[in-house]
């Protein structure tokens, strides 16, 4: 596991060089419009509703002791509940919605380190733009509910004390995890259907969060970060997810 997260973080590290090579910026032209209007759309609304969300928290006590108090702790845990809310839905959407336009970036990434034999070594699914849209939005669909559901588990968990940094911690690696999983099945998309995506994921696991804690970090960064995370995570993704198959293929054919 920790070796694959090593494995994942490392393929950023040629992914600039890989995107100038094979002149791919062309491809990100859209999915990077797309992120920018869709960190501007989530971040007004996030401004906008987390005191709203604090003040009905600070509802729940009754009391006038300490209400002060537990007013000050609900607006901040609103806060919170907003940034990964946002972040959550910002990550899910611009996959979802980039998926027609990141498959020839991941497609060209293969034919480069595979070479012309690469069709030999693993057939290819073809699909359409449609498709491609379609799949897109159901594995993020999927993925958002999963995501959603594991983030409410933890956000409650979080409010015991003491253990509330290994919570943040947690549901810091659930959302790399996802964020991974979303730009490996660019690739994944033309080799497996849904289901074997899936479980391909569930066994690469490592390679999935690697990617993703990039993915995450990128997002700190004002506006450089919406612009460039699509790009280098993709690249980084394909390159690893390419060379696991590869590897998975070879061992099949043995």
């Known amino acids: 596991m920790f070796k694959n997260i090593f494995i994942g973080l490392k393929a950023y590290a040629g992914a600039f060089e890989l995107i100038s090579k094979l002149k ?14 869709t960190a501007v759309v989530i971040g ?26 537990f007013t000050t702790i609900s607006e901040i845990f609103g806060g919170i509940i907003i940034i990964v809310l946002g972040l959550v839905l910002y990550k899910h959407i611009i996959m979802a919605l980039s998926a027609p336009f990141m498959s020839p970036v991941s497609e060209k990434i293969e034919a ?15 699909t359409s733009f449609q498709e491609q849209l ?7 669909l999927r993925n958002l509910f999963m995501e959603l559901w594991l983030t409410a588990i933890i956000l409650i968990i979080s409010l015991v004390p003491v253990i509330g ?18 730009n490996m099945d660019y690739t994944l998309e ?19 969060i690697g990617n993703g ?14 612009i460039l995370v699509l790009p280098l995570s993709v690249t980084a993704a394909s390159t690893e997810t390419v060379k696991l198959l590869n590897a998975q293929n070879r061992q099949n054919i043995n």
Not at 114 to 119: A, I, M, Q, R
Not at 165 to 182: E, K
Not at 190 to 208: C, D
Request: proline residues 2%; glycine residues 8%.
């Open 213 to 226: 804690i990039v993915f995450m970090l990128f997002l700190l960064i004002p506006v450089v970060g919406v």
């Open 134 to 140: 379609w799949r897109g939005i159901r594995i993020n």
């Open 44 to 69: 007004l609304y996030a401004y906008g509703f987390s005191d709203n969300i604090g003040q009905f928290i600070s509802k729940i006590w009754v009391w006038e002791w300490g209400k002060e108090t």
């Open 112 to 126: 480069h380190l595979l070479g012309e034999n690469s069709k030999l070594i693993h057939q290819h699914r073809n």
């Open 165 to 182: 940094w290994f919570t943040s911690l947690l549901l810091f690696f659930i959302q790399a995890y996802y964020a991974g999983f979303g």
């Open 190 to 208: 033309r080799h497996f259907k849904y289901k074997e995506s899936l479980t391909f994921v569930r066994k690469n696991r490592g390679i999935a």
């Open 24 to 37: 791919l910026w062309k491809y990100f032209v859209i999915p990077i419009l797309i992120s920018v209007v």
